[in-house]
């Protein structure tokens, strides 16, 4: 397996994409090249800093880099030499099969819909976020990838989710929900109105009806779909909650004798509930319906989520996820046609 990482992208680079692929050399054999794109002086005095050596690493210059400031689109068309527009070029012309960056998400998505192009029949890409809960994984899509979207926009995103949840996390018939403020079918904006309707009349999909904030977490179906504007508030908004909850928790056991007795007591629960909590354990998020693989970390991605979103690109080729996502989205395709016949 051949990944191209954005090594200038997110908070802490170099040093914390470099430390991802420290741990990924040593828990993922079955790479064979990991391209590392970016400034090359940089890159090597971090690796020489961090003491990796190996001969799966091919440095590639990219004199340019995308700041969290940019603009996404005007990034992609202006810093054409950018680590990211460099990495995914590499996905582009064969010599990697995915890219993994933790850098500005907007021209990630954007240099991945310009140069690798979408699916037949998917009109634009989404991202997919494995999410906890306190029964199952499930999957939040559109994660932040189209912050504007139309109905069939929304169904082609429940289509890539299911696809997803069958070949990945293995459901056999994923249940798929409509992200709003009630279950009622009236209940919701414009767009999650109509997004229903279309849904409802989707052949080939276990569509639920909606759902809303509490079924995320309680007992969610296997997908739960919504634009990237309301995905992405849900996913940090999680990710924020979690982290609170849990220095809350740790203030209060370390208020008093007794309660720090039973916090070491209850030490091993706590840490199996932050590893089920943790982002840094899911590590990136595969943007879907691209002709490649994208893998989209956050900006502040520890060494171990690096590492993990490098794990879900090897993952992401090994499922071979795109042929499923169109022959799913083909028969939908087909079967609208027919039906207007």
Known sequence: MKIALDVMGGDFAPQNP???????????????????????????????????SSPKIEIVPASQVVEMSDNGLAAVRKKKDSSISIAVDLVKDGKAEAVVSAGHTGAAVTASLIKLRTLTHIERPAIASIMPSLTTQWILIDAGANPDSEPQHLVQN????????????????????????????????????ETGKLLRHTPGLNFIGNVEGHDLWEAPPDVVVCDGFTGNIILKSAEALAHVIFSMVKSEIHSSVRTKIGGLLAKPAFKRVH?????????????????GITIISHGSASPLAMKNAIRQACESIQHQINPHIEAAATAHSIALHARSQ
């Open 18 to 52: 470099i430390g991802g692929v420290k741990l990924a050399l040593e828990e993922l054999p079955a790479i064979t090249k990991l391209f590392l794109v970016g400034k090359p002086d940089v890159i090597e005095q971090e690796l020489k800093r961090q003491d990796i």
């Open 158 to 193: 429940a289509i890539m989710g299911s696809a997803f949840a069958r070949h990945v996390l293995g459901r056999e018939n994923p249940t798929i929900g409509l992200m709003s403020n009630g279950t009622e079918e009236e209940k919701g904006n414009a767009l999650c109105k």
């Open 275 to 291: 590893k089920k909590t943790n982002p840094d354990e899911t590590g990136g998020m595969p943007l879907l319906g691209l002709n």
